[in-house]
């Protein structure tokens, strides 16, 4: 555990504090006191980008060139509002609730993702039934593969989902 070795003990209390997730949640919903400190201690993103999303966000529109500042703000503001919405905020099972969808599914994920953990997506997706389903996995990314494998995703994306050739 980072936390320990570090001797963060605010860290080490508050996470104690709120116990592992039972059933893949936290009590008392607390899951975003956990991301914030898995987002500190580094499990969130992998290697070159740092430690958290917030020392990498500043980066991030450099990586790109399409993306402004603005492009970046208004990214930030509609990922708030969908967590905001409804369904952002049921707590669904997927392996147990989820288990048909009428619509392809592809995961991209990223072999240190301490968010999502891959193995378990892994499962939930040999299990799914879908008219076409893909997993696949990032050697070198975090919880973000579509910036910290740019090249590897769009490649992936536009030759395995949008078939282009």
Known sequence: MKQKKRNDKR???ALLKIGPPVNGFYKDDKMLLQRN???KMGGILYGKYG???INTLPKIPCMFKEYSFFTMLKYVIANEWCLSQ???QE???F??????LAVPVYLFMGKYDYNTVSELAKKWLENLEAPHKAFFEFEKSGHTPQ???AEKFNYLFS???LKIK
């Open 159 to 161: 030759k395995q989902v």
């Open 37 to 39: 400190y898995l987002n």
């Open 86 to 88: 409804p369904l952002g």
């Open 51 to 53: 430690n958290s999303v």
């Open 91 to 93: 707590k669904v099972d």
């Open 11 to 13: 860290a080490i209390k």
């Open 95 to 100: 392996l147990n609730e989820v288990k048909e």
């Open 147 to 149: 910036w910290e494998e």
